[in-house]
């Protein structure tokens, strides 16, 4: 009897289901992945409202972590929201210590779809340093790009050449934030750039788009797909979630999961 191959989800909880946590898990089951979860942040939001962000301690994200990965085969792992330094720093330490490291994905929150500031400047620090190194690739939109580059460039193409040129990791730099007739998402690896293209949706508020496209990307990438086709998969993934989205709370529209 064949086995769904495993992924686990580090990341804060959302209690209305569109994002995080419960949004990672979603993805994981409707692509056939089993969903493991390692909750590092208490968050109280809706969609397009950020409440507030209560992070647990340190020694309770390892601790979820080494159990996890003492009892699981895990075929990838993807990263979300970390919050401050300490759960940061012990993030990273404990993946050093994975003896046989999967793919690991970055969804690299810094703030809220709503504006709020939800990584703050130490761990932004680690990321740059420590955990973007780490990653077998990491998704940031082009407000977060400008932000780890520590400069504004105006170019989509030039700022994903300077993430990948900073870092050394292979990036997928997402469109959505541009006016245009197109939504762009741009992967360089080193095999240079390639281009993932879809209709834009204008005039258009959804809650948990990042999140929903890195777990996509990770459940392929655990289904054994190379990383080009994960993410090309994951582009129309995340492209029919946005067009089949509804008001069900708070100020933004929730993207719907029976897409995939």
Do not use: W
Request: proline share 5%; glycine share 8%; net charge neutral.
């Amino acid at each position: 009897m064949s086995t769904s191959p495993i992924a686990l989800t580090i990341a804060g909880s959302d209690p209305s289901g569109g994002a995080g946590i419960q949004c990672d898990l979603k993805v994981f089951q409707e692509l056939s992945v089993y969903g493991l979860s390692v909750i590092t942040c208490i968050t109280s939001q809706v969609p397009g409202i950020m409440k507030s962000v209560h992070p647990l301690q340190s020694s309770q994200v390892v601790s979820q972590i080494e159990t996890l990965k003492s009892n699981y085969s895990i075929s990838a792992i993807k990263i979300g929201l970390l919050y401050n330094k300490t759960i940061t720093e012990a993030v990273i330490n404990v993946l050093d210590s994975f003896e046989n490291r999967p793919p690991i994905i970055i969804d690299p929150i810094i703030k809220s779809s709503s504006g709020t500031l939800i990584l703050e400047d130490g761990a932004l620090e680690l990321y740059k340093e420590y955990l973007i190194p780490m990653a077998d690739v990491y998704t940031p939109n082009i407000p977060e790009g400008n932000i780890l580059v520590g400069n504004e460039i105006s170019s989509q193409i030039n700022l994903a050449k300077s993430l990948y040129s900073k870092f050394g990791t292979p990036v997928l730099l997402k469109g959505g934030h541009l006016n245009s007739e197109v939504a762009s998402d741009i992967f360089v690896n080193a095999d240079g750039l390639t281009t993932y293209d879809s209709p834009m949706i204008k005039n258009f508020e959804a809650h948990g788009t990042g999140c929903f496209y890195s777990a996509s990307i990770c459940s392929h990438i655990a289904l054994g797909y190379e990383i080009k086709k994960a993410i090309s998969k994951s582009k129309r993934h995340v492209t029919e979630a946005i067009k089949c989205a509804s008001n069900l709370g708070g100020n933004s529209k929730t993207l719907s999961f029976k897409t995939l």
